[in-house]
C-alpha cells in the first residue's frame, strides 16, 4: 500500500508521496535559507512558493499524487538560488537573449485573450490596449469612413492565428520569462519597488482612472443612444423605407437585395449584428467607470460568438438571395 502525504503550498494542498515531500521540503529548506536576511526575502520566499504550486496543479492537477519525478522536474524548471550567484552564469545570463513568444493570454483575457496577450508582450497596461480595440472597433462602424467590420475582422484573424497560451510556462514565455527563481525574485523586486514609490505616482494613477471614467462615461452615451436609435428605426423604418421611391427603385435594379431586406430571419439578424456591438460598448463603458471585474462567464466572449455566427448567416442569406431561383 502507497503512503501519500499531505502537503501545502502557496495556499493550496497536494497529496505527495513521502519521497516527493521530502525533496521538496529540502529545497523549500534551500530557498528560505538564502532568502532569509535578504531585503524582501519573505516575499521572494512566498512567490516562489506560488510559483512552485502553479507547476504542480498544471503537472498533476489536483487529484493525481505528486510523485518525486514532478518535484525533480519543477526544481529543475525553478532552478536554485546560489545558480544565480556564480559569476560565469551570470555573466552568460547577461548575454542571453530573451526571447518572446506571442500567445493568447487566455487565462487571463475577456475575448479569447488577444490584447492580455499584446499586453504581456509588449509590457504594458492591459487596459491601454483594451480601449485602443475598443476605440479601433468603435470607428470601424463610424458611417461613411468604408471600413466597417475591419477592425473585428482583423481581430478574428488574430484569434485564430495567435496560439493560446495553454500552459503556465507559455504564459511565462509571453513576457520571455523561463518562470525560474531569478525571475520570481526581479518580479517580487519590481513590485515590492512599486508599492514604496506608491506615493509619486499617485496622481498619474489619479488621472488614469480619471481617463478611464470620462471613456466609460463616453461609451455608455454612445451604446444607450444606439440602442435607442435601433429600437426607434426598428419601430418606424420599415414603414417609412416600404412606401419610399428608394424601395421602387431598389425592387427594379436589385430584386436579390429587395428578396434579402424581405427576409424576416435577416432583419433579426440584422438588429442583432448591429446591437451586440453597442451592448458591449455600453458594458465596457460600466465596466470601465465603476471598475468592475470580468465575469468567470465571459460575457464578452458570448457576445462576440453571437455576433460572428449573425454576420455568418446574414453573409449565407444575403448571397442565397441574389441567387436567380430564389427571385426568378
Known sequence: MNIIEKFSIGGIAFALTPEAKTTLQAYLKEIRRFYFERESGSE??????????????????????????????????????????????????????????LYRDAKNGVIAGVCSGFASYFG????????????????????????????????????????????AQERWAI?????GVDEVERIVKNGVDAIKTASRSQ???????????????????????????????????PTWFYMSDIWQDLAKDWPGLIAFLSNTWAKILILIACAIPLFGLLW?????????????????????????????????????????????
Not at 518525486?68 to 544565480?84: A, L, Q, S
Not at 466609460?216 to 418606424?236: E, K, P
Not at 470601465?288 to 453571437?306: A, D, E
Request: glycine share 8%; with cysteine; aromatic share 10%.
Open 175 to 179: 513576457k520571455g520569462d523561463d518562470g
Open 284 to 328: 465596457g463603458g460600466i465596466q470601465l467607470c465603476f471598475n468592475l471585474p470580468n465575469p468567470k462567464w465571459r460575457p464578452g466572449l458570448f457576445l462576440f460568438i453571437i455576433w460572428l455566427i449573425a454576420i455568418v448567416i446574414l453573409a449565407t442569406l444575403f448571397a442565397l438571395s441574389f441567387l436567380p431561383l430564389h427571385y426568378a
Open 203 to 237: 496622481f498619474w494613477s489619479v488621472f488614469g482612472r480619471a481617463c478611464a471614467y470620462c471613456i466609460g462615461i463616453v461609451m455608455i452615451i454612445v451604446g444607450v443612444a444606439g440602442l435607442v436609435a435601433l429600437a426607434v428605426g426598428a419601430i418606424t423604418g
Open 44 to 101: 521572494i520566499v512566498a512567490g516562489i512558493e506560488d510559483r512552485i504550486a502553479e507547476l504542480l496543479q498544471e503537472k498533476c492537477g489536483s487529484e493525481r499524487v505528486v510523485s518525486k519525478e514532478d518535484i525533480d522536474e519543477v526544481i529543475k524548471i525553478m532552478g536554485y538560488p546560489e545558480d544565480i550567484e556564480e559569476p560565469e552564469k551570470e555573466e552568460a545570463k547577461e548575454k542571453k537573449s530573451s526571447v518572446k513568444r
Open 124 to 167: 504594458v497596461d492591459v487596459v491601454l490596449v483594451r480601449l485602443i480595440f475598443v476605440a479601433l472597433f468603435a470607428m470601424s462602424f463610424w458611417p461613411g469612413n468604408g471600413v466597417v467590420l475591419t477592425i473585428p475582422l482583423i481581430y478574428l484573424v488574430l484569434i485564430i492565428a495567435m496560439p493560446a497560451a495553454k500552459t
